[in-house]
């Protein structure tokens, strides 16, 4: 059935039942109509009523009244408009389900059957029984969308008031012109609030002397006004009225200038506010990358921002223009999206100024040994982002000594860089293994290999998806680790999670009891790796650097170790950390050591004689500033006798021969530019201390007499070095070349005892091979300053070195002479003078 827009009568019973619920919804419609069109009126006359029985009408007052009333009720009026009866029945009718009187109003639109005439009838007769129960629906008297300052309950409650509890007609029967002494006092507060990741205070504004006064951008201001109803706030030209108790709030975003009167104020105070805008976070690199064999590298990073520093990430892409495309990357590579990882947070640092150390390890990333470029990012609390230039770099990767897990490697980097590759990475796979007797490869590693080829091959038919190649790839990986190591690799991961538990629970601020539990399992991960390492047979391993090296290292690990117990116990975690940081290079350096043999002793050498050299073009540098302290009429760092080995005057040249780095670039400033140089001598000299304590710590050799006296002197040439500092820092550079020039006699003390120890022991470990006499260093090595070693020192003429003690004290007394020579020369800088005077009292 449909309707055909004719309205079809009421049954007469039905109409009857109607009557009165039709009557009650049609008031009920006018009622809201009326509400909505003369809520203004009602507010008006209730606020009349209010007015007139608390102060009281004056002439203006009536006519302002009289005038609100007109408007309020031609306002009325005019939005009036009466119901209807259809509108009436429609609102009934929505409140009875199934629409039922408009229903009883329809007629068929078609031509109707019996059989359609029948359900007709029965459709029809039920609706009359819905009909039936129509009720009257309340009226919705609700304007708070019309009246959101809820106008009309004010005068409401006003009006209540005004009726319930004034009785005299004119309310307080006098106004406060009549009592002056009557009148309110005049208050006021308020309130500057920073943004909340500023981490600044909130200033109360009473405290604040009028003036200029610094805000940070966004702040929010409160004022509240007490006991005045007539007071004016300015800010920025805009003006703020009222005086609610519940604060006017407005939020700084510019310079602008608040103001506040009050009555009875004798000044009215001003603030100038200087809105303070957040400045994006900067962000860089600092240093260079470094990295260890297995692959982890480290990049240091500098970050600041006016308000701290709330997260940092680094952005790696390929570098594909860089990428030397030969062999198995000729291909075009498979697309991939920039890595995107996150900077950690030093721990306990000043967010403002972060100066953290990125360590991550991606030596199974596509692109380990590729080039890429690195950006880093630093973020602040409001979304703001620093960049730091590109760094373009070789991304580490983990490095494989044998050639056969080298292959495996390289065939799994060309797998990765292009799927379209896997034929020919299939293809080199089987020809590493074309002929196995004539490889050294660990039990199960050929079969394994076999796997992955038939693996691979099988996936190159099926059309190989990215899961697959990453399964591949991942299977590669762990067959070349196998081949590399062996099996020793376990222990040595459950050892460094140990460690990495330990930290992220200290940071985490774990109890003291589950740090005694991971402390405990740290140690048993310990102990457990080098038991891996000491039962390796002896004959497997290169030579050790030195017979007692192991079993120094138990020693010490286990000193370490309850050292970072007892700071934890303490509560001294940040120190504790630095403990483990340390625990974990000293875990590297032996298993380097156990690697590379008497290289070892080399390298630490090398660093002694480099350390020497630093520390001499420090003392070079110190007394040419002296001479430009005292000279009159010399260059920087060029006097009268001060000659380098080539007869030229001695600008910036070190002692050795060699121009150093500083006075090179000396030569190309003007004097007085030394001012601009990143870090002064004091910095360098604590800098180079710093590297001489950690060359102390990890010198080969200790227990043997020779070795601890090295030690002792490196010991006492640090103690020199940090007094040179000092004076360097009070700008006392004659008491700094004195500890320096002690500093450079202990290092060479040092290196002396270093060389006899180390010639112990080889000669102690020739003995064992029958082979005892023989020398093993370098009979024409020489110090950084170009003289003989401890090695050479009483060897013949055909070596080089001096023939007999007769010969080293003349050398001695030409010394001696040379420099009373130069201490008698008027024409010198007196500092100089005093110098060379010094070095004679030494001898």
């Not at 199934?98 to 078609?110: E, G, I, K, N, V």
């Not at 030394?674 to 950690?694: C, I, K, M, V, Y």
Request: glycine fraction near 10%.
């Amino acid at each position: 059935m449909a309707r055909n827009g004719a309205r079809h009568p009421l049954p007469p019973e039905l109409a009857r039942q109607l009557r009165w619920p039709l009557r009650l919804t049609k008031a009920a419609i006018g009622a809201e109509r009326g509400w909505r069109a003369f809520w203004p009126l009602a507010t008006v006359v209730m606020a009349a009523v209010t007015w007139a029985r608390f102060v009281g009408f004056g002439s203006v007052g009536f006519a302002a009244l009289g005038v609100s009333f007109l408007i309020a009720l031609v306002w009325g009026i005019r939005r009036f408009h009466p119901p209807s009866d259809p509108e009436a029945e429609a609102r009934l009718d929505s409140t009875l389900p199934h629409a039922a009187l408009a229903t009883l109003r329809d007629m068929p639109a078609l031509e109707t059957t019996e059989t359609s005439q029948i359900l007709w009838h029965a459709h029809q007769g039920r609706m009359i029984q819905l009909a039936r129960t129509a009720r009257a629906p309340w009226p919705n008297l609700r304007i708070a969308e019309r009246d959101p300052f809820a106008l009309r309950l004010i005068a409401a409650l006003g009006c209540v008031m005004a009726l319930g509890f004034v009785d005299a007609p004119n309310g307080m029967g006098m106004s406060q012109a009549d009592c002056p002494e009557c009148e309110p006092t005049a208050s006021w507060e308020g309130w500057i609030e920073p943004p909340a990741y500023t981490g600044q205070p909130s200033l109360y504004l009473n405290d604040q002397p009028p003036g200029p006064l610094p805000v940070p951008a966004g702040s929010r201001l409160t004022l509240r006004l007490y006991g005045q109803e007539d007071g004016r706030i300015t800010l920025g030209g805009d003006l703020l009225r009222g005086a609610q108790e519940d604060g006017l709030q407005a939020e700084i975003t510019e310079n602008s200038t608040l103001s506040i009167h009050v009555r009875g104020a004798k000044t009215t105070p001003a603030w100038r506010f200087t809105a303070i805008g957040d400045v994006p976070p900067s962000i860089r690199t600092d240093g260079a990358v470094t990295r260890v064999t297995s692959g982890t590298f480290k990049l240091g990073y500098r970050a600041g921002d006016d308000y701290g520093v709330t997260a940092g990430q680094a952005r790696l892409e390929l570098a594909l223009n860089a990428v030397e495309r030969r062999y198995g990357l000729s291909l075009d590579p498979d697309p991939r999206v920039a890595e995107i990882l996150d900077l950690p947070r030093p721990y306990r640092a000043d967010p403002r100024q972060l100066q953290g150390l990125w360590t991550e390890d991606l030596a199974q990333h596509p692109w380990a040994g590729l080039p890429v470029t690195v950006t880093l990012s630093a973020f602040d609390a409001i979304g703001q982002t620093g960049r730091s230039d590109p760094l373009h770099m070789t991304l580490p990767a983990r490095r494989f000594f044998t050639p056969e897990a080298r292959a495996v490697i390289e065939m799994r980097r060309d797998l990765l860089w292009a799927r379209a590759g896997g034929p020919r990475v299939a293809q080199m796979l089987r020809a590493i293994l074309h002929r196995p007797e004539d490889l050294d490869l660990p039990d199960g590693s050929y079969l394994a290999l076999r796997a992955a080829i038939r693996d691979l091959e099988g996936a190159l038919a099926t059309g190989m998806n990215a899961e697959a190649q990453e399964r591949l790839a991942s299977t590669l990986w762990e067959i070349a680790i196998k081949i590399e190591e062996d099996g020793a690799d376990s222990a040595r991961d459950r050892m460094l999670r140990a460690q990495e538990r330990l930290q992220q629970a200290m940071r985490d601020g774990a109890t003291p009891e589950e740090l005694a539990e991971l402390m405990d399992e740290l140690r048993r991960a310990t102990q457990d790796y080098l038991d891996r390492l000491a039962q390796i047979p002896q004959d497997e391993l290169p030579p050790m650097p030195d017979g007692d090296l192991l079993e120094l290292s138990f020693a010490d690990l286990d000193a370490m170790m309850d050292q970072i117990d007892e700071l934890m116990q303490e509560g001294r975690f940040a120190e504790a950390m630095e403990m483990l940081d340390a625990l974990n290079r000293m875990m590297e350096n032996m298993q380097v050591a156990r690697g590379q043999g008497e290289r070892a002793n080399q390298r630490a050498r090398d660093g002694l004689a480099d350390t020497l050299r630093q520390q001499q073009g420090l003392s070079d540098e110190a007394f040419r500033e002296l001479q430009e302290q005292g000279g009159e009429g010399n260059e920087l760092g060029e006097s009268q006798g001060n000659t380098g080995r080539d007869g030229q005057l001695g600008r910036g040249q070190a002692h050795s021969g060699e121009s150093s780095p500083e006075g090179a670039e000396r030569q190309g400033r003007p004097q007085g530019a030394e001012g601009a140089e990143n870090r002064s001598l004091s910095q360098r000299q604590r800098s180079l201390e710093q590297e001489l304590d950690a060359q102390r710590r990890a010198l080969p050799g200790a227990g043997s007499e020779a070795g601890n006296a090295a030690r002792d002197a490196l010991d006492q040439a640090g103690r020199a070095m940090d007094q040179a500092a000092d004076a360097l820092e009070q700008g006392d550079n004659s008491a700094a070349l004195d500890r320096q020039a002690e500093a450079m006699e202990a290092l060479r003390e040092g290196l002396r005892r270093f060389d006899e120890a180390m010639d112990s022991t080889q000669a102690g470990r020739d003995g064992q091979q029958g082979q005892t006499g023989q020398e093993s260093t370098n009979p024409n090595a020489r110090d950084p300053l170009g003289r003989a070693t401890g090695n050479q020192l009483g060897r013949g003429p055909s070596d080089g070195g001096f023939t007999s003690e007769e010969d080293m004290r003349k050398r001695a007394q030409e010394l001696t002479e040379e420099l009373r020579n130069r201490a008698g020369e008027t024409n010198r800088p007196k500092p100089e003078r005093d110098y060379f005077e010094r070095l004679l009292d030494q001898f």
